[in-house]
């Protein structure tokens, strides 16, 4: 990205297995880079995504958030990582995975990167999975929809921050 450049990236991951990767190169000052993904992972897939972003100018900022909803067996892998280079003065980023265990068998693996080679950044990351709340999956149920509806309807309430990226430019 040159100077005072912005990019933003919103990426659905819906048909099989796969490996992806994603790199933001901030290089010119006040540059920034938004990378959003929602995952959607059924039967036995395997998805696996590394998303790095690299500050290497003064006041960059970069945003990565993915969210993967994971059925049946299937099996997400997110490595995302922020490296700040010594250039990288005055620099924001944040990374945050998360992952919905839709499946009695899903599985998630979050795996974040903090490589930070300058003092005067601000860099923040999480990771969190998790069930549907038993309670919450009764309430909805209590109102008519069958388990599987509502546990469609839980998946699409999931994955909905990152949908809206694609629609607010």
Known sequence: HSKNSSAKNVTFSV???????????????????ENYFAILGKEKECIDLTVNSVHNAKRTSSKTHSKACLWDSSDA???????VTKKGSQSVSSLYGNAL???DNAKAHEVPLLDIKNNDVQAAHGASAGKI????????????????EAKKLFSLAFLNPVLEKSFNP
């Open 15 to 33: 048909n099989g297995s796969q490996k992806s990767y994603c790199e933001s190169l901030l290089k010119g000052e006040n540059s920034t880079a």
């Open 101 to 103: 265990l839709v499946g």
């Open 133 to 148: 709340d038993v309670e919450d999956l009764f309430y909805v149920e209590s109102r008519g929809l069958l388990e599987d």
């Open 77 to 83: 892998v997110f490595r995302g990582g922020i490296i």
